[in-house]
């Protein structure tokens, strides 16, 4: 991943501090992208601790699993090739100015890929103050800035916006699915 040394040191100061990475239950959508095709290796992009990671091998104990996450050593290398990657709550966490290569990265890993991605300021701020959300931008915009990312051999599948309301996670979300044909 493309990432600015500064914003690094300030990733690895909040797992530092933080236990980074509230996020326990896989979304549904992912799930069922899980089930419905013939995935035998996962990515989680932006893992945190782990803990989605780990609740993925309970419920797919067969499928091989890897984490990757800059501000956590042990999940400091990022795969190759696997069949599906997925991140949930994390590239609004990119520098807008490696938004775009990042996502061609993401895209080069996986064909099936699923991203939940956070349209509202975090609760949380860096240590130099800035919001953990460094990209706050609403549905469409994601919407948009995929799909000029993207070429004609991916398919977008699904989309959908949500909001939530529990108290450490309010505001409105982007899922998609993109498939590569």
Sequence with gaps: ???????????????????????????????????????TSILD?????????????????NIELYGYDPGVERFSTIPSKTDLVYSV??????????IDD???KILNIADIQYHNIACHPAKKLLPDGRNCHLIVQPPDWWLAMIKST???K????YTNVYNTFKKKRQGTHFEIIMVKK
């Design 45 to 61: 992009y932006g893992c945190g601790e782990g803990n989605m990671l780990n609740k993925i091998q309970q419920l797919f104990p």
């Design 1 to 39: 991943m493309d990432i600015s040394e500064n914003y690094a040191k300030q990733l690895q100061e909040m797992h530092d501090r933080h236990k980074i990475g509230f996020g326990v239950e896989p979304p549904l959508k992912l799930i069922e992208t899980i089930q419905n095709n013939s995935v």
């Design 102 to 104: 990042g996502i061609k």
């Design 150 to 152: 993207i070429d004609d």
């Design 154 to 157: 991916w398919k977008i599948t």
């Design 89 to 98: 709550d994390v590239l609004e966490h990119f520098e807008p100015e490696f």
